[in-house]
C-alpha cells in the first residue's frame, strides 16, 4: 500500500506486566468471559485443537489459516498463517456497540515482521460497517532508511475521504516474537482511537477527527458492524514470505478490560 507521506518523526494507565514477556498468553484470566460487560470474549479453552471454527464467529481467508493449538504453557491459542500477501482473520459480525464505541484487548505474538518491501503494511485489527472508512486500530508499516528502518505500530484507515494512511511513531516499535498485552478504545465522541500496550498508554499513536495520518478532511468512524482480528499484509513479494501470529484473551467491551 502507498503512504500517504513519509515523515520525520519526533519522537500510566497500569503497571507494565513484569513476568517474563514469552509467558504472557499464560496470564489468562479464567472470569475475563464471564463478565457481564463484554461485548465478545474468546479464549480459545473450549474449542478442539486443529483448523478454527465457531458458531459465535466467522472466517476470513485468502493464502491463510486459523488453527487452535496448544501454547508452551498448555493453554490453547489461535495461530494464524498466512504466505505472502495473504490474509486470515477471526470475524466477529453483527457487532453492535452501545454509542459506537468500544474498548478491545488482545493477547498476540508475531513471529516476524516484514523487511522489504519498502513501506509493506500490515493490519492485525480492523473494523468496519456502514460508511466508507476501513478502521484500522492496530497495525503497522516498515519505514526504510531514513524513516526508521524498522516496523512500527501505528493506527490507520483506507477506502475513506481520508485515503490510505498509517499513523505509524518510531517510539512504537513492533518486536517480534515476544507476547504483548494491546488494548484500544475506539471513542465516537470524536472519532478517537487510543492504545495501550502492555497497560502503558501510547498516546503519540493516538487519531481523531482532525488529527491522523492522511488528507486534510474529517476522519470519521462508520456504524461499526464487524471486528476482525488477525494478520493481513498487502505487498506482494514481501520478506519474510510468511507470517506467523499468536493470539489469546480476545475481549471487546463497553468498557476497559485491562491486562
Known sequence: ???WWARAVVSVLMVPLAAAPAAASARTDPRTCAKAALLFCEDFQALPTGGASSLRWGIDTKHGTL????????????????????????????FAAPGNSFYGRVRLRVSAFPTAPDWAHYTLVEATGDGPEVVRPLGGQY???????????????????????TNWRTTAPSVAGKWTCVEWHMDAADNRISLWFDGVAKPELTVSTREHGGNPVDFVFPRFDTVKLGWQLYQANPAPASFDVWMDDIALSGRRVGC
Open 1 to 3: 500500500m502507498r503512504t
Open 67 to 94: 488453527t487452535v493449538e496448544r501454547g508452551a504453557r498448555g493453554q490453547k491459542v489461535l495461530r494464524v498463517h498466512t504466505e505472502g500477501n495473504g490474509r486470515a482473520f477471526l470475524k466477529v459480525d453483527d
Open 143 to 165: 519505514a526504510p532508511p531514513p524513516n526508521g528502518g524498522a516496523a512500527y505500530w501505528g493506527v490507520g484507515a483506507d477506502g475513506g475521504p481520508t485515503g490510505d494512511w
